[in-house]
């Protein structure tokens, strides 16, 4: 029996089938004989061989309320039919991606064949450079296949088969995880999208090194082969002469710094210079004790400051590196690079203090001004045309 929903609404009792509550013995390995109960059930009008001995039953009710099993003809083979279909064991339903499975004489969807990989209900398939399995809808249990997962690397299923290497759990990224490229071009996501699982690739613009990708300009530390841990070398991502970006050596980084205090409480200290030794291994070396920093800017050597009266730019030379500070206005006046604002120059210009070229914007050209190139020529305005909304 079973409480069901009838046409009105109303929940009421079904007669829905046949129960058959037996007991059996069984022999087991040591000639023991064991008792099992157990319960065999019927749909109604259902025709079943429950001990696959070739016995066929069918579940009817022969007056109301009342059911027994009719014994079917000995030669009755049992067979399926969906949409014109008929079938005994298996049929997959290409048009709407089920597969059907024939139980005694009823029509099971067994699970879903959209991908055609679904070989069992427990299989998990990858397709589309997703990961499926078998699901089923709440409501009516219509067999489907949900993506639960993410392949890194995107095969069909002919690949796959000759390949299964390439369908490894290697390459199965669970939702939330990422991987890169080799060359770190390119970075694989598993995200989900308003409940979906989506695939995403992503493209990187920048320098791959030791699986970490760094953007134009940017600088880190990287060992430095040896036995001195204390001393690392900086990489930098730069652009080549062919256009591309790649690693570059650029210096030396010391991670440990040591002062050595000699009897009389003075600091012992010396001068290096970071110097590439071997490819990719660099080193300091000690300079002569009478060493002394020094720069040079346009053929004029400095050691703290100098004023560069033509570019109007002082320069400030520290452990032998030049940069520019402040800019130079007249005699007596400067400003710094770092408050990079509109000053009023007494020429009639107005002047901005830039970290690299000094600018001036004035209205008219300037006689200590030297044009390089022909400036570009301005249309005037003549006013709209007849006709027409603008001058072309």
């Known amino acids: 029996m079973s409480c069901q929903r009838s046409d009105n609404g109303y929940f009421e009792s079904k007669l829905v089938g046949c129960s058959v509550y037996e007991e059996q013995n069984y022999t087991t390995i040591d000639n023991s004989v064991e008792r099992f109960s157990g319960k065999i059930e019927y749909r109604l009008n259902e025709i079943t061989d429950p001990y696959y001995k070739g016995k066929w039953e069918k579940c009817v009710e022969n007056e109301p309320g009342v059911v027994k099993l009719e014994k079917m003809p000995e030669d009755y083979e049992p067979v399926c039919k969906v949409d014109n279909v008929v079938f005994k064991d298996i049929w997959?339903?290409?048009?709407?991606?089920?597969?059907?499975?024939?139980?005694?004489?009823r029509n099971e969807?067994?699970?879903?064949?959209?991908?055609?990989?679904?070989?069992?209900?427990?299989?998990?398939n990858m397709y589309h450079g997703l990961y499926w399995e078998p699901s089923a809808r709440d409501e009516d249990n219509y067999p489907g296949e949900e993506a639960v997962s993410c392949a890194y690397i995107d095969?069909?299923?002919?690949?796959?088969?000759?390949?299964?290497?390439?369908?490894?759990?290697?390459?199965?990224?669970?939702v939330g995880e990422s991987k890169m490229s080799r060359n770190g071009t390119v970075r694989v996501k598993c995200s989900r999208f308003d409940g979906h699982v989506r695939r995403v690739s992503e493209a990187f613009s920048g320098c791959y090194y030791n699986g970490t990708v760094y953007r134009a300009q940017e600088r880190w530390d990287e060992p430095n082969p040896g036995n001195d841990s204390s001393l690392w070398?900086?990489?930098?991502?730069?652009?080549?002469?062919?256009?591309?970006?790649?690693?570059?050596?650029?210096?030396?980084?010391?991670h440990e710094i040591r002062n050595y205090t000699n009897g009389d409480n003075s600091v012992e200290t010396?001068?290096?210079?970071?110097?590439?030794?071997?490819?990719?291994?660099?080193?300091?070396?000690?300079?002569?004790?009478?060493?002394?920093?020094?720069?040079?800017?346009?053929?004029?050597?400095?050691?703290?400051?100098?004023?560069?009266?033509?570019?109007?730019?002082?320069?400030?030379?520290?452990?032998?590196?030049?940069?520019?500070?402040?800019?130079?206005?007249?005699?007596?006046?400067?400003?710094s690079v770092h408050l990079p604002e509109e000053l009023q120059s007494p020429n009639g210009c107005k002047f901005i203090c830039h970290p690299q070229t000094n600018i001036f914007k004035c209205d008219e050209a300037l006689s200590m001004f030297k044009i390089e190139e022909k400036p570009r020529k301005m249309r005037k305005y003549k006013g709209a045309r007849s006709g027409l909304p603008f001058d072309h």
């Open 109 to 124: 969807k067994l699970h879903s064949t959209r991908f055609r990989t679904a070989i069992s209900a427990t299989s998990v």
């Open 155 to 174: 095969v069909d299923r002919f690949l796959a088969f000759f390949k299964p290497e390439l369908v490894s759990n290697q390459s199965r990224l669970e």
């Open 270 to 335: 010396w001068w290096k210079k970071c110097v590439e030794s071997e490819p990719g291994v660099v080193k300091l070396e000690k300079m002569a004790e009478d060493y002394e920093p020094v720069c040079t800017v346009n053929s004029v050597v400095f050691k703290d400051f100098y004023d560069d009266e033509v570019k109007g730019v002082q320069w400030e030379c520290n452990a032998g590196r030049v940069r520019k500070t402040h800019c130079k206005i007249g005699k007596n006046r400067y400003e």
């Open 233 to 254: 070398k900086s990489m930098s991502c730069q652009k080549s002469d062919d256009g591309y970006l790649e690693n570059k050596l650029v210096g030396c980084s010391i």
């Open 92 to 105: 997959d339903d290409d048009v709407k991606g089920v597969r059907w499975y024939c139980r005694d004489d």
